[in-house]
């Protein structure tokens, strides 16, 4: 997830069946309260101000477990091709508290057997913000995790272990309480806080505790949160999302799937295939604007008195989809919508993205703003990202660089005369700040790591282009969509797609904007 974007320094779907009665019943009465800590929601702790050292390796917590002799489950090929997460929210607007029933029927394609399993929760990173009150797998009660207070990783210690190719259905029941949002920060140190609420707005956004991806061999991928940029990594997975009001509000929401039929006036019921991340945004003062583009139907929702900016990030969406389809492959979901966040930031989501207030206010009716620029360079993150994933703390440039040159190709697309402008204020403050393929944590302030890896980066493909021509390299973008869409790319990866488009010498290039060898 992605983005703190200031001016000048901008970063910038199978369906699921839903939990049957008896599986309800078994876990109702095998369930065990764990009660985490409940004092009044705050904002998260300060991190540590030393550079961590992340690694896609997470050891398994040393802390005591109970054991057993486990008993193997049968090696059966599992049905599913990927993840499937049923989720019932059972939400008071006005409290801005949930009660949440969730599944998570889960195929082990590692090649490995599992001893356990490790999520990412990222609501207990606030103090009382998430309580588990049961868990178990395949309706065997889990009585072995470790879910420290203001830490995000739950680790699960299975009650069998599930070979290779088996599957298994997680059950938990959980309760959320918001934070309040801190909706600026300043822009060259941290970025605001999304998750949460403000005067106007509630948003769900990595929201649920979700399984993390594991890379045989090594183990689960799960990184420290950090001051800026994004540290989560996701596999694809299948989301079927019901949200259900308790309070008698009504109010909008804007959501990543598609809606469907509910059956009951205070529900509402949501689909999404083969997504990374599925978020929410509620709001009474929503307005929305939507246009078809082919058979997706695209959303942008946006406060009172905003109507002409919120008209105009509907077209730059609309307009951004039907572009990059053609230059990289076909998007993947049904819907794409816009929300105007009411926090100073934009940040990407699967068929889903958040754009800064700030740029609605600045907008000037043109398409030369920052309302228009980053609508496309969100939107072009259902390509670099929610599609062709990356280890977004170890490797942010390969979706953030392709998705700040995306701009440039939206605007060579649409309005030619105008890519000397963008490419001016785009890079007004761009200073040469190092290299490219920076981790996160080694940015040195979110200033420098926008420089490093967003701008940098953008340049970079541009000279890339330039090197081997638009024919090779529009076609290498193809290609590597193509046989990275649903999957986790690597800068290895990356560098053998371009390897097989083409022989060119690009020792100078490599050496001027990357550490590494690739």
């Not at 900016?309 to 794409?336: C, I, N």
Request: aromatic share 16%; hydrophobic share 40%; glycine share 6%.
């Amino acid at each position: 997830m992605r983005s703190q974007r200031q001016i000048g320094e901008i970063r910038t779907s199978a369906k699921i069946l839903p939990m049957s009665k008896s599986i309800v019943a078994r876990i109702l009465l095998s369930s065990f309260l764990f009660l985490l800590s409940s004092c009044s929601p705050s904002t998260p702790p300060p991190l540590p101000t030393d550079t961590p050292s992340p690694s896609a390796t997470i050891h398994p917590s040393e802390t005591a477990l109970l054991t057993e002799t486990p008993t193997a489950f049968p090696t059966l090929a599992p049905e599913l091709e990927r993840p499937q997460y049923v989720i019932d929210l059972q939400m008071n607007y006005s409290s801005k508290a949930a009660e949440v029933n969730q599944t998570i029927t889960y195929p082990n394609w590692t090649g490995e057997t599992l001893t356990n399993l490790v999520l990412a929760v990222e609501p207990n990173l606030w103090s009382g913000g998430f309580t588990l009150r049961s868990l178990s797998a395949d309706g065997l009660p889990i009585l072995n995790y470790t879910l420290e207070p203001l830490n995000q990783r739950l680790e699960i210690v299975l009650p069998q272990p599930l070979p290779p190719s088996g599957s298994l259905t997680l059950a938990m029941t959980y309760s959320l309480i918001l934070p309040q949002m801190q909706a600026y920060s300043n822009p060259n140190e941290v970025r605001p806080q999304i998750y949460g609420y403000s005067d106007r707005q509630v948003n769900f956004v990595d929201w649920y505790p979700f399984i993390v991806p594991y890379q045989a061999g090594e183990g689960w991928i799960l990184h420290n949160p950090w001051f800026y940029g994004e540290h989560l990594v996701y596999d694809v997975a299948d989301f079927d999302v019901t949200v259900t009001f308790t309070d008698g509000t009504t109010p909008q929401i804007a959501a990543s799937g598609a809606e469907v039929a509910s059956g009951l006036a205070t529900s509402r019921k949501f689909e999404l295939d083969a997504g990374r991340t599925f978020a929410l945004s509620m709001s009474t003062d929503y307005k929305v604007a939507t246009q078809t583009v082919g058979d997706v139907k695209v959303f942008a929702y946006y406060f009172a008195f905003y109507d002409e900016e919120g008209e105009a990030l509907l077209q730059a969406t609309a307009q951004a989809l039907q572009v990059f389809t053609e230059k990289f492959g076909p998007y993947r979901h049904k819907t794409m919508t816009a929300v105007q966040g009411d926090f100073n930031d934009g940040m990407e989501y699967s068929a889903f993205y958040f754009i800064s207030r700030d740029y609605f206010n600045l907008y000037d009716g043109t398409p030369v703003n920052y309302l228009v620029a980053i609508g496309a360079h969100e939107t072009a993150h259902q390509w670099w990202f929610d599609a062709v994933a990356n280890d977004q703390g170890i490797e942010p440039w390969l979706d953030e660089a392709l998705a700040t040159y995306s701009e440039r190709m939206y605007y060579e697309a649409l309005y030619p005369d105008l890519v000397a402008s963008w490419q001016s204020y785009r890079y007004f403050e761009f200073q040469n700040a190092g290299f490219v393929d920076t981790q996160v944590y080694d940015g040195g302030g979110q200033r420098p790591y926008w420089d490093k890896v967003y701008l940098t980066g953008a340049r970079f493909f541009q000279e890339l282009r330039e090197r081997v021509g638009d024919e090779i390299f529009f076609a290498f973008l193809k290609d590597y969509y193509a046989q990275y869409a649903g999957k986790r790319a690597t800068g290895a990866d990356f560098f053998r797609v371009l390897r097989e488009h083409t022989s060119a010498d690009l020792s100078d290039l490599m050496a001027k904007y990357f550490k590494n060898t690739y």
